[in-house]
């Protein structure tokens, strides 16, 4: 499912919502958990899951080219952390196939 | 401070202009939408922000951390988040503390 589909089966759903508001809400939300992450702000859904930052510290790494050692900065990295909802949901299937 | 589905809500209401009660259902029906789709086994894409990839794991010993008990963790469907790139590049420059 890509951005634009998730749009399209929102949309289904909100029927009483005009499309372009479900697009510009979609959007929306993106953006806002791009920008939390950007600023070091956790994000948390109940059901869904949680993103933080991890931090990667500074180390040596190599140009794969020539073979030259280059000092890289330590940095920040998103990390999810999916919530019970989610995780049990999308095993149910697979428990299911197996016990029955 | 978090980001919350109650502040999302709060920014369809002031950005978009949908209604208090719109907004609450828009963001629940968001992530409904995507956890059905992951239920589903299907993998979802968000350009400008990352993949959620389902992950097979098959059945591998494990432990009772408390008695030191084995026990096997049963196979099982995982989810995995990568961020995509233009995340990663807005995420490297944040300064903040190192956790």
Same mark, same amino acid.
């Given at each position: 499912m890509t951005k634009s589909e998730l749009i399209e089966a929102l949309a289904r759903r909100q029927t009483h919502l005009a499309f372009a508001d479900v697009e510009l809400a979609v959007k929306s939300v993106v953006e806002q958990m791009s920008q939390a992450l950007s600023q070091g702000e956790r994000i948390e859904v109940r059901g869904f899951g949680s993103f933080a930052l991890h931090f990667r510290p500074p180390r040596m790494g190599r140009n794969p080219k020539t073979g030259d050692s280059v000092a890289l900065p330590g940095k920040h990295v =998103?990390?999810?952390? =999916?919530?019970?909802?989610?995780?049990?949901r999308v095993n149910l299937r697979l428990e299911e196939a197996a016990t029955g | 401070m978090a980001l919350t589905k109650a502040d999302m809500a709060e920014r369809l209401f002031l950005d978009v202009g949908l209604n208090k009660r719109e907004a609450k259902e828009f963001v629940d029906a968001c992530f409904e939408v995507v956890r059905e789709a992951l239920e589903r086994g299907e993998q979802v894409k968000l350009s400008g922000f990352g993949n959620f990839d389902l992950r097979e +794991? @098959?059945? /591998? $010993? &494990? /432990? @009772? $951390? +408390?008695? &030191?008990?084995?026990? $096997?963790?049963?196979?099982? /469907?995982?989810v995995t988040f990568r961020p995509g790139q233009k995340l990663k590049v807005r995420v490297e420059g944040y300064a903040g503390p190192r956790e």
């Open positions: =998103p990390h999810f952390k =999916p919530g019970k909802e989610l995780r049990e | +794991k @098959n059945q /591998r $010993p &494990g /432990r @009772n $951390p +408390k008695t &030191g008990e084995e026990i $096997p963790i049963s196979a099982r /469907r995982v």
